[in-house]
């Protein structure tokens, strides 16, 4: 039996100094490894030599896939659009600084603006007013704003100021041909709920001038664009499973609720994103031959050559982690998607974190399914003539944290299956952050995350 302590969550990245070793977050990320990126090479490097290839098998936000990009030939791959973006940005994009200047006052000059100041000044003008009512002591229509601002899934009562502005921009959108098409995208679902309509129009400004780049790597801008979208995001822990609640369950305003959405809203959109750019471009110069793929972990392992090592991190809980980045993968698509509804007392409404239809389920997440899923990722490995290298965080049975879908004895025993040579090394004592209030922390073991070697 392998017995080691547990842990719970996600990995702060707090007071990661992003100017040692490369180290660059793109995202806020659950489970980012950037505090255990030098552990992970230093595993790696005993099983590759300088120049091999390393598959990322789940390399979500790309800090591992970036790291470890200095010393190796890394195949950056995720089921999910946003990953791809980015770890393409990070790995294979090549794009000067010239280049990256004359995007930057292309959406400056976007007629873009334009059209969007016809068409959402109406939500805008109603969301400056709303903050200021609340710092007045007003707190109702900010409250609306933030609960019910989407224009393509609200639920404002009818007659109210936010109903009659939502109207207004919805026609003017019609008329302008753009409510049912893939511009506005940012705006029309997440405006308001997410960012500030300013911001998200910016967003929207930022998204057309990239659709209308030829001849040059767009997935450079469109990834500076998703770490924008990260940093300014006004919600719990900068993730997008769910917009902040204005409210206390007793339907009372929070307190300091126009101070704690301002700090967010007040972010420039157009700094933030200038300063992203420049960061993806200073990071676009490698060595060897990288490569950033959208597969499922079985195909990305079969597809795969020469590899001598496999990097996974799958997702080890029920909750699935397209559900945490669902408007990155809407930016990144820039698609309109059906959104997703749910059953409250027997009235059909949108979800209030507005997710897409048919979001990204993993096996990994599925108690029934998880089983199968690492006897793949293990049998796929192993066939590939590949070491395995598995990051695990732990659980406690005894604590309240979400258990984790497979346990440690069980991921061990199927490994053994298929490699004679296992490891097991402690990435030592590391605390984790939560999503939630400080005064609902669940308790966290110093064990915070577990590397197993196959080989």
């Given amino acids: 039996m392998v017995k080691m302590q547990n842990s719970e969550l996600i990995l702060s990245c707090d007071g990661i100094d992003e100017s040692k070793n490369d180290i660059f977050r793109p995202i806020h990320y659950l489970g980012s490894k950037l505090r255990v990126l030098e552990q992970i090479d230093g595993i790696i490097s005993n099983l590759a030599s300088t120049g091999d290839h390393v598959v990322d098998l789940f390399s979500g936000s790309g800090t591992v896939s970036n790291f470890l990009s200095n010393k190796y ?8 659009e946003y990953s791809r973006v980015i770890n393409s940005a990070l790995l294979c994009s090549r794009v000067g600084m010239l280049e990256a200047e004359r995007f930057l006052t292309s959406c400056t000059n976007s007629y873009f603006h334009d059209l ?5 000044n109406p939500l805008i003008n109603l969301e400056r007013s709303a903050i200021k009512e609340s710092f007045d002591g007003d707190n109702h229509l900010l409250c609306n704003v933030i609960e019910s601002g989407s224009i393509m899934a ?9 109903f009659e502005a939502l109207n207004v921009v919805k026609n003017r959108l019609n008329s302008a041909q753009v409510l049912h098409s893939n511009q506005f995208i940012a705006t029309k679902y997440f405006g308001g709920v997410y960012f500030s309509y300013k911001q998200a129009v910016d967003f929207d400004v930022i998204a057309y001038e990239i659709s209308l780049l030829k001849n040059t790597p767009k997935d450079i801008y469109m990834a500076a664009l998703l770490s924008t979208v990260s940093e300014v995001v006004n919600s719990v822990g900068k993730h997008f499973a769910q917009p902040i609640r204005p409210r206390y369950k007793d339907g009372r305003p929070k307190n ?10 007040d972010i420039d959109v157009m700094s933030t994103y200038r300063k992203f750019l420049y960061k993806y471009v200073e990071s676009s110069k490698r060595k060897y031959p990288n490569y950033a793929t959208k597969l499922d972990f079985k195909n990305a392992l079969e597809e795969s050559e020469n590899v001598k090592v496999v990097y996974a991190d799958p997702p080890y809980t029920r909750d699935h982690y397209s559900r945490f980045y669902h408007v990155l993968e809407t930016l990144a698509l820039q698609d309109s998607p059906d959104i997703s509804t749910t059953n409250i007392k027997g009235e059909v409404k949108y979800s209030r974190g507005i997710y ?5 389920q993993s096996p990994f997440c599925i108690r029934s399914k998880a089983p199968s899923a690492f006897e793949e990722l293990f049998y796929l490995t192993k066939n590939s003539g590949a070491s395995l290298v598995l990051s695990y965080s732990p659980f406690s049975s ?6 984790r879908v497979m346990d ?13 040579n296992i490891e097991c090394i402690s990435a030592g004592e590391l605390r984790h952050s939560k999503l939630n209030h400080s005064s609902k922390h669940l308790n966290a073991s110093d064990e915070a995350e577990l590397f197993f070697i196959f080989k």
């Avoid at 969007?116 to 959402?120: A, F, R």
Wanted: hydrophobic share 25%; charged share 30%.
């Fill in 116 to 120: 969007s100041e016809k068409c959402i």
């Fill in 154 to 162: 609200s639920d404002a009562i009818e007659g109210s100021p936010l």
């Fill in 256 to 265: 300091n609720l126009a101070k704690s959405v301002s700090k967010d809203r």
């Fill in 356 to 360: 897409r239809e048919n979001r990204h």
């Fill in 73 to 80: 030939s890394v195949t950056g791959n995720d089921i999910q």
């Fill in 398 to 403: 005894e604590s309240k944290a979400h258990p």
């Fill in 408 to 420: 440690i004895d069980t991921i061990n025993n199927l490994g053994k299956k298929y490699f004679s």
